[in-house]
């Protein structure tokens, strides 16, 4: 394609290719690396031939993408306006870089004093209320309090806030000081302050240290803090929300209230703050889900469990089909496990020992104890066991989408993102030691070209190494990690170490995602194992026939369907791209007399594989485009007595408005060609007819 003709492709369907990962380098300027990278193999699922002129013009073969794109590194970007519904091409790309407590201590201590004036500015109010602990928090902070007899309501929140503000005025210091237990102690029973001393007990150094504010408050504090209150920026401070908190996290005790605030450094990271937080509300997967008819959650059947509707189960399908097709052609197997299992198995992998609170209780089975399932592993590693195996079928992976069960309190309980019942994108790798770095590297290929066919291409990754509590040798360990580090360095991607920070059964990788907010969300985990091996005696027989343990690799993508699924309805805004649409094209008659016409368009639709249905209702024809503007569907067409004399359809697409009226073969056709190659039907069109212009 000449470049000037690029340069016009791009500008115009720069919105409608994000979900195909095309040109994401383009897009993203600030890569972790300059080399491109390329996945193992293709990224699309499909397998069908799309017209050639669509080929050159996004420079693609019938195997998918050029290049997968890299990851970005792990600034928060924030964009001050969002795209329009109406309009996905014209985004301001006016940003504001929001600072994280990681990268900004500055910023931490603002929150940490923040928290502490919030307290003393309550117990100066409300004499009687009792402090208990008070941190900051990553976009903020909070304070538990012991109010039973008045509790908190949310007009109190006005007064804290400008009592808070009148000790900021006063700018009173804040002064350290070191303290014996004893003292402490003595100090706490003074003020009568019962949960300080609990506090005190789980404090194992000495000396204690105590933070005052001026001469009048403090509490038991490491630090670290501003030097005197003056320094908080007050019209950077807000008061944000009461909830209910039971002390130490135990049902068992008393509930505490808590206050949550929100600090930053000045006003504009405020507003830009506050500018997500609007757009997080009107993304929230579980308003959209309800207002899309995707998925619901019965209380009359239980918290935690999903009800998937038929719409979110066309695209939950389109997801695991995608995922199955992607696997299979990395060369991983399909597994297929039980929801139970006896309770002898869970007690082999040590679930049942170490895990035990996030599982449901067990059930009598003729005498037996059966567990439901929390975790597919141990399943896998049976049908390993299941015959001795020759270090000849190294390596051997695995894959599952295994249904789980965990407990979990009805207060944590949170949409799609944290369920009772829920399906892991599971999957086992059992290798020689001498393949671990390659097929890590595999796995980051893979979960590099599965997360950008959604549009995920921003990355936060962390390698997490030996804890000081280990199973495993030294030899085993400086392996694994090495090849953790090998597998990352060939990618070329930057990556934070969590010294220590690994599992006591192995080294891992983590790795986050960045929506189209900024927001991090934990999605893929990669997981070296040394225990479920030794713990299910797994054996291969070597090259010199002595048995051997392979190394195990658990890793999952997705982390859930369920979690994933929610995520990418809030990246999204329920406006899903053309090819995972639950609906992709419906018909929009003027009148009633224009309805077979619909109907005929509709089966030859259907038979080209899109996702075709007709207005059924007997409204005007402004109130169905409306209607369809609501429910977010990405083509529709109008059809009246024009469409049906010329045998077309008038086209609207919800990025770019009306394109003009089409012969039905031709849309049709190239409607199927852009979900098969997962564009948007106006960029295809736009960069065919840029493409013919030229020509």
């Known amino acids: 394609m000449p470049g000037a003709v690029k340069q016009v492709a791009l500008a115009s369907g720069i919105a409608m290719l994000a979900f195909c990962g095309i040109y994401r380098s383009v897009f993203r300027p600030s890569r972790l690396a300059a ?158 302050e ?30 670290p803090h501003v030097e005197t209150t003056g320094k908080l920026p007050k019209n950077a401070i807000e008061l944000q929300t009461i909830a209910g908190a039971y002390w130490r996290g135990d049902e068992k005790r008393e509930m505490l209230q808590r206050i949550y605030g929100t600090a930053w450094e000045n006003k504009s990271q405020l507003k830009a703050y506050k500018d997500l937080l609007a757009e997080a509300k009107r993304r929230d997967h579980r308003v959209l889900g309800t207002k899309l008819d995707l998925f619901s959650i019965q209380e009359d059947a239980g918290g935690g469990l999903v009800f998937w509707h038929p719409k979110g189960s066309t695209i939950r399908k389109l997801i695991e089909d995608f995922w199955k097709d992607l696997h299979i052609q990395n060369g991983y197997e399909l597994l297929y496990t039980p929801h139970v299992a006896n309770l002898d198995l869970w007690k082999t992998s040590g679930h049942f020992d170490f895990y035990q609170e996030g599982m449901f209780d067990q059930m009598d089975v003729e005498g037996d104890m059966y567990q439901i399932k929390p975790m597919n592993c141990p399943f896998h590693c049976l049908v390993y066991k299941d015959k001795l195996r020759s270090y000849r079928e190294l390596p051997i992976r ?31 790798i059992f290798c020689l030691p001498n393949q671990l770095e390659d097929e890590l590297v ?90 479920l091996p030794e713990r299910f005696d797994l054996e291969y027989v070597s090259a010199d026939s002595s048995r051997q343990r392979p190394i195990m690799v658990h890793r999952a993508i997705f982390g859930s369907i369920e979690r994933f699924f929610g995520i990418l309805v809030e990246n999204t805004a329920g406006d899903f791209p053309v090819w995972l649409a639950p609906v992709q094209l419906k018909l929009l008659p003027v009148t009633e007399e224009f309805r077979p016409f619909c109907n005929q368009v509709k089966e030859q639709a259907a038979k080209a594989g899109i996702r075709v249905v007709v207005d059924q209702s007997a409204e005007r024809l402004g109130k169905q485009i409306r209607n369809a503007e609501m429910e977010k569907i990405p083509v529709v067409a109008v059809v009246g007595q024009k469409e049906v004399d010329s045998n077309s359809l008038a086209i609207r697409t919800r990025r770019a408005g009306d394109l003009g009226n089409f012969d039905v073969d031709n849309i049709i056709s190239t409607l199927s060609d852009a979900i098969h190659e997962g564009v948007e039907l106006d960029a295809v069109m736009k960069l065919e007819s840029d493409q013919a212009a030229v020509a």
């Open 35 to 192: 080399t491109a990278t390329t996945p193992r193999l293709a990224t699309r699922p499909f397998g069908t031939t799309c017209r050639p002129a669509l080929q050159r013009v996004l420079g693609i073969g019938r195997r998918g993408a050029s290049a997968i794109p890299k990851p970005l590194g792990p600034a928060t970007r924030v964009t001050r306006a969002f795209s329009s519904v109406k309009d996905k091409t014209k985004q301001d790309e006016k940003a504001i870089e929001l600072p994280t407590n990681d990268n900004n201590p500055n910023l931490l201590r603002i929150r940490h004093t923040s928290a502490h004036v919030m307290a003393m500015a309550v117990q100066r109010l409300y004499p009687g209320v009792q402090v208990t602990i008070g941190p900051w928090v990553d976009n903020g902070f909070y304070y538990d309090f012991y109010n039973p007899e008045n509790p908190f309501q949310e007009e109190d929140l006005k007064k804290i806030k400008k009592e808070m503000e009148k000790i900021i005025k006063s700018d009173l210091p804040l002064r350290r000081e070191e303290v014996s237990r004893e003292e402490a102690k003595r100090r706490i029973e003074a003020i009568n």
């Open 194 to 223: 019962p949960y300080k001393l609990e506090i005190l007990d789980a404090i194992k150094t000495e000396p204690i240290t105590i933070y005052h504010i001026g001469d009048e408050w403090w509490d038991l504090c490491a630090g």
């Open 442 to 531: 595999g796995v980051l290929d893979l979960t590099e070209s599965i997360l950008s066919r959604f549009g995920f291409d921003n990355y936060e990754i962390n390698l997490s190494t030996r804890p000081e509590k280990s199973v495993g040798s030294d030899d085993i360990w400086d392996k694994a990690e090495t090849a953790l580090r090998g597998a990352l360095k060939r990618k070329g991607w930057d990556f934070a170490v969590d010294e220590g920070g690994g599992a006591f059964y192995g080294p891992k990788i983590d790795l986050k995602i960045k929506d189209a907010i900024g927001r991090t969300w934990q999605c893929s985990t990669i997981q070296c194992d040394f225990n």
């Open 398 to 428: 695995w894959a599952e989408l295994g249904t789980v069960y965990r407990y979990e309190r009805s207060g944590t309980l949170h949409g799609l993102m944290r369920v009772r019942g829920f399906t892991q994108d599971d999957a086992h």
